[in-house]
């Protein structure tokens, strides 16, 4: 499975943003693929995720009412749509998928087996 992701840049405060992962993969119908993001000197964490072949997705608390995910099925590309954006979501945001997860809520608790190169995305104040 190869994952690109590309859409970062540099925005203002309340600015909106939409990051792309294009998959590469014989076979992902089952997968549940996400969005993870690193900031300076922190940790990695789960932003979001989405499964599949059902649609189902799940967000961390700090992005839910803000940030939405969803698949374009005939482009096998997912989206994570960014709106008002705040400082704090400074970070590069990687793309990743994992054919082991049963849902979306998974891949909070499961590593994911496949990770795609990150996009930074700078928010300033």
């Known amino acids: 499975v190869q994952l690109q992701a590309s859409g970062g840049g540099l925005v203002q405060a309340g600015d909106s943003l939409r990051l792309s992962c294009a998959v590469s993969?014989?076979?992902?119908?089952?997968?549940?693929l996400g969005w993870f993001r690193q900031a300076p000197g922190k940790a990695r964490e789960f932003v979001s995720s989405?499964?599949?072949?059902?649609?189902?997705?799940y967000y961390a608390d700090f992005v839910k009412g803000r940030f939405t995910i969803s698949r374009d099925s005939s482009k096998n590309i997912i989206y994570l749509q960014m709106n008002s954006l705040k400082p704090e979501d400074t970070a590069v945001y990687s793309c990743?998928?994992?054919?082991?997860?049963?849902?979306?809520?998974?891949?909070?608790?499961?590593?994911?087996?496949?990770w795609g190169q990150g996009t930074l995305v700078t928010v300033s104040s």
């Open positions: 993969s014989r076979t992902f119908s089952d997968y549940v």
């Open positions: 989405i499964l599949w072949s059902g649609g189902d997705t």
């Open positions: 990743a998928a994992d054919p082991w997860a049963t849902n979306s809520r998974q891949m909070t608790a499961i590593p994911p087996a496949y």
